[in-house]
T-cell receptor, first 113, second 113 residues
Framework: NAGVTQTPKFQVLKTGQSMTLQCAQD?????MSWYRQDPGMGLRLIHY???????DQGEVPNGYNVSRSTTEDFPLRLLSAAPSQTSVYFC????????????FGSGTQLSVL | RKEVEQDPGPFNVPEGATVAFNCTYS??????FFWYRQDCRKEPKLLMS???SGNEDGRFTAQLNRASQYISLLIRDSKLSDSATYLC??????????????FGKGTKLSVIP
């Protein structure tokens, strides 16, 4: 019963490097999303998807890309990492947008030097 | 005015105490409400939904006051294991079949032996 699987757990990047955070869920959820959590800022939505082939921007999308080619996977790409992207990233999914119960992955601690 | 506001705490209470958290929200059209719990360096997890009539789950009671636009969480007989940050979450319809989840920044609770 894996739920939402997020990798890697920790990552250190240099400014300008690119990388992809992986997220997969095995609950057949339509809705998937990415959040970042910074001290004193709470959780902020980066991008979300309401189904395969459909993505949309959240509150803080700049510097990030997403795609949703399958129901299960929703990777987050950092195009050119900046120190301002140092944060904890969470992937989350639910049966549908607005449904009760958003299930979170265990998070990725990202540091950009 | 921030959309979802919580007292950040910390609330330091002895074991066995009763503690209450409040959360206010600004969007009067908000439709559903939740409390999530987040342990240190872990992902948020759904604690309970909040219904207009109020609802209880063991030692936890959640209430909603739509007129005053606030929700509350009451924890009775606090346990050491209740130590965590409690996130208030509000779900609002944003049009065209879309919903917006807004997270509060959280209230930190420390239960002391």
């Amino acid at each position: 019963n894996a739920g939402v699987t997020q990798t890697p757990k920790f990552q250190v990047l240099k400014t300008g490097q690119s990388m992809t955070l992986q997220c997969a869920q095995d609950m057949n959820h339509e809705y998937m999303s990415w959040y970042r959590q910074d001290p004193g800022m709470g959780l902020r939505l980066i991008h979300y998807s309401v189904g395969a082939g459909i993505t949309d921007q959240g509150e803080v999308p700049n510097g990030y890309n997403v795609s949703r080619s399958t129901t299960e996977d929703f990777p987050l790409r950092l195009l050119s990492a900046a120190p301002s992207q140092t944060s904890v990233y969470f992937c989350a999914s639910s049966f549908r947008q607005g449904a009760v119960g958003l299930f979170f992955g265990s998070g990725t601690q990202l540091s950009v030097l | 005015r921030k959309e979802v506001e919580q007292d950040p705490g910390p609330f330091n209470v002895p074991e066995g105490a009763t503690v209450a958290f409040n959360c206010t929200y600004s969007n009067s059209a908000s439709q559903s409400f939740f409390w999530y719990r987040q342990d240190c360096r872990k992902e948020p997890k759904l604690l309970m939904s909040v219904y207009s009539s109020g609802n209880e789950d063991g030692r936890f009671t959640a209430q909603l006051n739509r007129a005053s636009q606030y929700i509350s969480l009451l924890i009775r007989d606090s346990k050491l294991s209740d130590s965590a940050t409690y996130l208030c979450v509000v779900n609002s319809y944003s049009g065209a079949g879309s919903y917006q989840l807004t997270f509060g920044k959280g209230t930190k609770l420390s239960v002391i032996p």
